[in-house]
């Protein structure tokens, strides 16, 4: 107390200690301790009791089997496995008491062990086949059945023929069991949710070769449903991958390829089932459902099919159907999903680059969409399909319908093989052609208009794709199969990526060979493009190569011309629907200019081509800009009109006035073609075509004659006559010659378009760039140029057509330069 509040009279108390020993302090923690935990330990027991009287309310109760009532081990006595093993665990039962648990050890083998005990070869290979699956909608009184589990596991080691050395199962309160067991080979492990009812499992196995036999034990034994319930149909989702480091003589198993890394690995498909597999004297083929959820789900697919109720999707069950792939030893040719996109690409293009197409060849095609394509074409009399698998064809016409379903064609079959102008042939494609175009031919065969090669990627790591695309006399063979018109195209599997060294030092030297042989051979266009839409993981490419140069006109028709020809060429239809899906005038329009990266990897060959240096190179040089010049008469012979004159210096090598020649107004052919004729019946359109033909000049990178006019003051650029131009190329397009040193009777081939035919057989550079590259290329300075001089330029290197229009425009070249009074050219023109 203090002072303060003391009593005056009272004596002041003493101070008291109180002393506790250490012995009370240890036995009143402990005794203190022990009462807390008792009260705890019955709180616990209490709540678990609790929880699992309620959950089994809705999970029936089953017996708790004991060491000797869960199954024992068997082994199956026919993996040719023996093995010398040691065994050593440890559990935490000594703290959790109430968990169910067994664990049960068996012989490594059950036949007595030789020698050393080593385990067989296959055992040794350090590779495995993984099988996790996930499953929905199973009977919760089995998934929280310890014993039942175990049952199951021991019965799917021993039906899949695997030797379990032990198995532990972990049953948890108030639901849920955890089971490993462990495998000669590897193990079984999963866990269970009963009241979600979903159990996970995973099963690995090592060694080669597939897991997949084990999918349907597995489903069987770890998802029974739930006996008189309803029953709705379970979710089963799976991926088989193939792990660790396989042995070169796997390198073809198919599951490495595009069915088992692009599907059956992939966990998160909804839906995946094998509809065929079979192997014939060819190759393995393989053809799935699957429903990827990026495109579609489970549920959306059971209201399409249903009868029980009207949704959109019953009403559109096209839309929602299953997905349906086709693998050739594991490799993916086609989908229902991108069936449409892919063969569409591959024929269309081609076919409508050719005048009239009427007899087509297809190399492969087993599908039958090739041919379904091709038969849209009013034009086709014979289509000739040359595949050697007639397994192939027979599982495609049965598992594949759509494929090859010509119902709809007026005038065709149900079958597209069928059709009257069909035939189909199980042949060896190579020996067929050797045998009809080869060299040494012994069967007459008219030639094509057409071929179409639908067969193995080039990428094909296998000996048959090296035949198809490193074989000159096969190619030598096709070229002589067309007719002089001829176009051939061809699928060259995946695109090049913007990363990819050029294609020879790549995967895809196959397609680097095959377009190196194409040019050998003599074909004098080639084309490559791209299809994005085809359901493959990467765009798929295509390349197109025109026996005649001339005829590549064709490919570049513009969107208009390409929806013309699809009116007036396809066969109709008898429901009255268009019959292509994806291809139009503007996918045309879109083919004609190949994917930036083509162009990428082209130009990183070694050696560099010459066009990507040209390319590269063109904007570093110096350019005298158009203001650099001025339009007077012209000092040539007083005959040729207007002409232009420096007004500065301009020394060799610069350009003349580019920005101004990359703005030039281009006339392609069929708009030159259609103005000549137009002004042959209507003379208000002469106008036109006099002042495209006297200010411009010829070009035929098109394949056909067509035009190029400067669209400003350089187009009264005037011809320097008998080789006194100062302006022009450094190349050998046609500089240095000029009309008095050249046979007009006679066309050398450097003439036969700006750059010549050899330059420009395939470039995807050129492709992409041909109004620049080309029509609008820029003059350089021959010479230095002094201020005050008429900038000339060489007309000759400008002419171009077939040998009657070179001649006459040379014969018009000498009399422009030749004395007199009479105008020609321009100044003739404007006279009149």
Known sequence: MPPQQENRGSPPREPYLVSVSVLFLLLSVSVSSIVAFGIGWAARIITLQQVTHDFAATVPPQR???KDSFPALRDPD???????????????????????????????CATTCNGDGDVSKNHAVSSGRHLLMDIKDVDGTFLNSDLRLAEAMTSLAYETNETMLSYH???????????VG????SHITFHTWPAEGVITLDFFVSGTGSLMHALPIMERLFGPRVEGGPNPPGETMWAHKMRGFAPKADDNNPLRDDLGTGYLEVMDFDYKREVFSSVSPFQRIDIWDFIDPRFGNVESYRKSISLDEVTYESLHPELFRKDRALFLDGVEQSSRLGNEAYHESLVHPGMFAHR?????????????ATLREVLKHRTVEKAVMVEIDQVMVEAAREYLPDWSDCSDLQGSADWCGDDPRADVLYKDALAWFSDRFGEHATVDEDPFDVIIMDALDPQDNIPFAKALYDNDAFLRSLHSGLSEEGVIVMQLGSSPEFRDPPEDHSFHHNRAKVTELIQKVGFESMHVYEEAHSQFENPWSYLV?????????????NPAEVEMKIQTRLVPTKSGASSLSYFDGATMWRYQMPHKVFETTYCRKDPEPMDCEWWEEQYEDENAPVSSFEVKISSVEGKSGRGVYATVDIPMYTKIGMEESLKAIRVPPPTASRVNAYCEVAEQICPVFT??????????????????????????QNHGCNGTYNVGHFDESGDGETEFTIDPTKIPKKFQGLFGKKNTIYSPLIDRHYLDYYNGATDFALRDIKAGEEIL???VAFTAGEQKEWGEEIHNLRNMCEEGDKPVGISQYESE
């Not at 496995?81 to 664990?103: E, N």
């Not at 000049?697 to 004659?705: A, I, L, P, Q, Y």
């Open 356 to 368: 009239k197409p009427r007899r087509v060849a297809i190399i492969g095609g087993g599908e039958g």
């Open 691 to 716: 002042y495209i033909e006297g200010y411009g000049w010829d070009v035929n990178t098109m394949g056909e004659k067509g035009y190029v006019v400067d669209s400003g003051i350089l187009t009264f």
């Open 169 to 179: 199962c972990h049953k948890m309160l108030p639901a849920g069991v955890t089971c």
């Open 64 to 66: 708790t089997g004991t």
């Open 793 to 795: 330029c060489n007309y």
């Open 182 to 185: 462990v495998l000669l080979r």
């Open 78 to 108: 026919t993996t040719g496995f023996c093995a010398k093993t040691s065994y050593s665990g440890k559990d935490f039962s000594g703290l959790a008491k109430d968990i169910s648990s067994a664990s049960v050890h068996a012989p490594a």
């Open 545 to 557: 190569a025109f026996k005649d140069n001339k005829n590549r006109a064709h490919w570049y028709a």
